[in-house]
C-alpha cells in the first residue's frame, strides 16, 4: 500500500458521511443491518493479495462483521474454469470478483441483487457508468468495486529526442510520432517503435484498444434491439453502414502497413508493454494498473502516464476500462451474508482504501469525484489522472470475452495480412458477431 498522504487524510474526512450512509442504506436494504457478525465469507479474485487483505483486515477493525471476510487471489489464467469447476462442485467461493467483459457470460451464475434492494437508479447515482452492465431489468449482478480505465503511457525521452515535449492528446498525432521516433535498420526492421499499433497478437489490449476507438468515433459494438435482444451493432441493422469501425480499424492498422510513412510495428516484434518498458517504443497505451508493472520491470525508465488521446472532432471524451465487482454465487451457501459483505465492501471508505491499495479507481462516484477534484497540492502520483479516465469510461456489452477475442483478431488480420479490404474485414467480424449472438 502507498503511504499515508495529506491527499487521503482529506478524502477520507469527505467520505466519512457517506460510507456511513452507504453502509446503512444498503445493508439494511437487504436484511443484513442489523447482524453482528456475517460468518465466514470467502472472496475469490484475480487482484492483488496482499493488497486486498490488508484493506479486509483494516475494514475490520471499524466493523466486525467483516471480520470473518478472506480474500484469496487467483491465477488469472485459470480463473474462469477454475470458478465453473469450484462453483460445481459447491465448492467455491462465497463472493468472488466478476469483470465487466464477462457479465454477460456468468450472469447465469450469480445471485442478482433485485430493485427492491438496490434500484437501477440508487445503482446509476451511486456506480460510475462504466459499470452499467453488472445491471440487468431484473436487479444488480454484482456489487461494483473498482475502474481500471486505459490510459497513455509515454516515454519522455524518445519523444523529447524526436521534438515532442508534451504526449499526444489526439490520434491523429500519432502519426507524425510514428513517424519521427520510429527507427529501421537497412533491411527494413524495426528497432525503435513510435507506438505498438497495428498488429493483435503482440498488442497488449488490442481488443480494447480497438473497442475504444469505434466507441470514441460514434459507433457501437453492440446494442439492444426494440425487444431487449443483444445484436451486433459492428454495422447498424437501420440507416445505411457506419463508418466508425471501418475508420477505427483503418487507424489502428495503419502502423503495421510497410508501405506507410507512419510504419512503426509488426508480427515479428516483442509484446508492446515489454518492448515499452525496454525504452524501445515511445508511446503504449495500458490500463492504469499497468503502471507499477511497468516501473518494476525498469525502475531507470523516463516515462509518464496521459490521458486516453480522443478524435479531434468529437463532441465528448471517451475512455473504456476493466470494472471490477462483486458477485454472489447463486447456489451459495451464505447468500445473504455475501452480498451484505459485498455492501460493506463497497463502502466510500472502504472502496477509496481498495482504489489507494491497488492504485486504480473506485467505481463509485463520490469517491472518484472527490479524487478527481482535489486540490492540487493534495494530488498524489496519477490519482487525479486516473480518476478523470474512470469517469469518461464506458463500457459495451460483451457476450464472450474469448470468443469475440478471437473476432477482434480475426478482423485486424484480415485487414494487416492482406487477406481483406477494411470494408470487408469489418462486415466479416459483425456476422461472426451476430453468431456468437445466435442471431
Known sequence: MKKSSMFQVILLVAFGAFAIAGVLIFSFAIGGGNSNAIGSIKV???LNQTAFSTVIRQASDQN??????????????????????ALASGQGPDLFLMREDYAIKDAEKVTVIPPSALTAAQFSNTFLDAARPFLTENGAIAVPMLVDPLVLYWNKDLLASAGFAEPPKYWDEFFRIAQRISVKDDAGNIKKSGVGFGEYANVDNAKDILAALILQAGGSITDEDSAGHLVSAILPRVGGTSQSTVSALRFYTEFADPSKNDYSWNRSLPRSQQAFAAGDAGLYVGYASEEAVIARSNPNLNFAAAALPQVRSASASISTAHVYALAAPKNGKHVNSAITAAFLLASSANSHALSVALGVPSARRDVVNAVANAPDSAAQGNDVLFARMAIIARSWLDPDPEKTGDLFRAMIENTTSGAMLVTEAVQRADQQMSQILGI
Do not use: I, K, M
Not at 487471489?73 to 465453473?84: G, S
Open 44 to 46: 475469490w479474485g484475480t
Open 64 to 85: 466486525a462483521q467483516l471480520s470473518g471476510v478472506s480474500y484469496e487471489q487467483r491465477d488469472p489464467a485459470a480463473y474462469e474454469a477454475d470458478l465453473t469447476n
